[in-house]
């Protein structure tokens, strides 16, 4: 939907099943992911993206849109994975940006290493740096994201 630059309206469903009456009222199912464009209503991912794409043409700018909605940075480094994130949060403070989590991979999966972790990063001034563009697609939000996608590409860039 970012590459084709359609505003949209993520609803969150309840993470057990059986809370999802809404969703299997509209769908008689309680799978995600679903799309409600109008009357059509689509289920599954493959399903979806042919849909969007046989529905609404490409912008002249999708590439761009598609770079710029990218969410993950990554890195390679010879450092000591302690050493590595240390490094990384001196970076990105020193480029403006604030952890507002760090979340040990065991606590995401079972199956990360003991050392993952992620970090979840923003502009001090952004209570919600990046959920707010992922809800509402709002222009001023998209360039917020933006701007925070460059500042992190800027310390990938460093480190």
């Known amino acids: 939907m970012t590459r084709l630059g359609l505003t949209y309206i993520t609803v969150n469903v309840p993470a057990r099943?059986?809370?999802?009456?809404?969703?299997?009222?509209?769908?008689?199912?309680?799978?995600v992911p679903v799309l409600e464009d109008g009357d059509s209503v689509l289920m599954g991912s493959d399903d979806i993206i042919e849909y969007l794409l046989a529905t609404y043409p490409?912008?002249?700018?999708?590439?761009?849109?598609?770079?710029?909605?990218?969410?993950r940075s990554t890195a390679v480094s010879t450092l000591t994975p302690r050493?590595?994130?240390?490094r990384l949060k001196e970076l990105l403070e020193e480029?403006?940006?604030?952890?507002?989590?760090?979340?040990?991979?065991?606590?995401?999966?079972a199956r990360l290493p003991a050392e993952y972790t992620l970090l979840e990063v923003g502009l001090p001034t952004a209570a919600d740096p990046?959920?707010?563009?992922?809800?509402?697609?709002?222009?001023?939000?998209?360039?917020?994201?933006?701007?925070?996608h460059e500042r992190v590409d800027a310390v990938f860039a460093q480190f």
């Open 17 to 31: 099943r059986e809370e999802r009456a809404e969703l299997v009222a509209l769908t008689d199912q309680a799978a």
């Open 130 to 148: 990046v959920g707010m563009v992922w809800l509402y697609g709002e222009p001023a939000l998209n360039k917020l994201q933006r701007s925070v």
């Open 95 to 109: 480029h403006g940006l604030t952890v507002f989590a760090e979340i040990e991979g065991a606590s995401i999966s």
């Open 83 to 86: 050493a590595a994130l240390a």
């Open 58 to 71: 490409a912008p002249a700018d999708a590439d761009e849109h598609v770079a710029s909605s990218a969410y």
